[in-house]
């Protein structure tokens, strides 16, 4: 398991929805992963951001491409709800 596998299969089991777009941008000192969830968005943040900073914490213990220094971003503003 990857970090973007881990990142979707989290935000959709907190939101109740796969998020509608994960992109990364990769540079020499790791990953930017930005998440655009979809779904019901506070419980992926969590009370006073506490559930976005573990899922960060445990991303970066997983690594990407064999690089812990990962930053992942919440778009809100380009989401989607149906």
Not at 36 to 42: F, L, W
Not at 59 to 79: F, M, S, T, V
């Amino acid at each position: 398991m990857n970090s973007l596998d881990f990142i979707a299969d989290v935000t959709e089991h907190l939101t109740g929805k796969l998020p509608t777009a994960v992109d990364v941008n990769e540079d020499d000192s790791g990953a930017v992963i930005t998440v655009t969830p979809a779904g019901n968005v506070s419980s992926l943040i969590g009370k006073n951001g506490t559930t976005i900073d573990a899922i960060r914490v445990l991303c970066k213990a997983i690594g990407y491409n064999g690089k812990h220094r990962i930053k992942i971003k919440l778009d809100e503003q380009n989401r989607h709800t149906d």
